[in-house]
């Protein structure tokens, strides 16, 4: 084939992801609405994978305390191979059964918390363990695959299949899985941020104000807001700390 196309053939496969995901909506609902029970209640979120869904996993475990707010724990990610394996694959981590309850351990994992092995084929090791360890200390659990009737979510109370056919590169699970794997965790991450009153309206009012492009970013949300004009809001967020603080305080829920 030619560059173009690769391009539009890789491009005409992406596009079946969303409605393989569509199809699973009611499983992931489901499992929504555990780990919203469980962490109004005080627990943790847990996410092991080896390889692409490792990394996935702990790409959204990492984006949630500068975008909500929330306390660094309370949404953990897990590979296969520990840190290293983020940036260089390491030899048969995956392989490993019993490691992911080690690695969990090290994290104090408890019947409070909830645990989502994610893995595309259905059938890493890593995961399995990890989850059938999760199970026999009644750990809620859950699984994110691209495979029908796997191990992998004979071993998740709450599994969701996410159907997405042969990779365009055969075996190439980065590319429709991986794409699934992280549209699927961006809506169970959301959805729990939204269910625990961690957004205002669609406003990240909890984001940690690190950087210049956050800080514009709370001044213009409180512009729109309170309608006042941008020295007044740089005024109130550098007095009050914080868009949703500056917000309470001006209609009455401080």
């Known amino acids: 084939m030619s560059t173009r196309d690769l391009l539009i053939n890789i491009n005409k496969e992406d596009k079946t992801v969303p409605t393989a995901i569509e199809n699973a909506i009611p499983q992931i609902e489901k499992l929504v609405d555990v ?10 979120l847990f996410y092991i994978g080896a390889g692409t869904s490792g990394r996935l996993g702990i790409l959204d475990a990492s984006e949630i305390p500068p975008t909500y707010g929330m306390p660094h724990g309370k949404v953990i990610g897990l590979i296969a191979g520990g840190d290293r394996a983020i940036r260089k694959a390491v030899e048969h ?3 490993h059964l019993q490691q992911a ?11 409070n918390d909830v645990l989502i092995g994610i893995a595309a084929s259905g059938r890493t090791p890593y995961v399995i363990g990890g989850l059938k360890d999760a199970r026999e200390h009644q750990i809620v659990t859950g699984c994110i695959t691209c495979n029908e009737n796997t191990e992998v979510a004979r071993h998740a109370d709450f599994p969701i299949e996410v159907i997405v056919g042969p990779e365009f590169v055969t075996g190439s699970t980065r590319m429709k899985s991986g794409t699934a794997q992280k549209l699927v965790l961006n809506m169970i991450s959301t959805t729990v941020m939204i269910r625990l009153g961690r957004v205002k309206g669609n406003k990240m009012v909890d984001m940690q ?8 970013r ?3 949300m409180i512009m729109d807001e309170l309608g006042v004009d941008e020295e007044k809001a740089e005024a109130l967020l550098k007095e009050f700390g914080s868009v949703r603080k500056v917000m309470d305080s001006f209609t009455g829920h401080a």
């Open 35 to 44: 780990i919203v029970g469980k962490m109004k209640a005080g627990g943790r």
């Open 101 to 111: 309850w080690h690695d969990l351990q090290e994290h104090q994992i408890n019947s």
């Open 209 to 216: 104000l690190t950087n210049v492009k956050l800080l514009n």
């Open 218 to 220: 709370g001044v213009r």
């Open 93 to 95: 981590a995956e392989d």
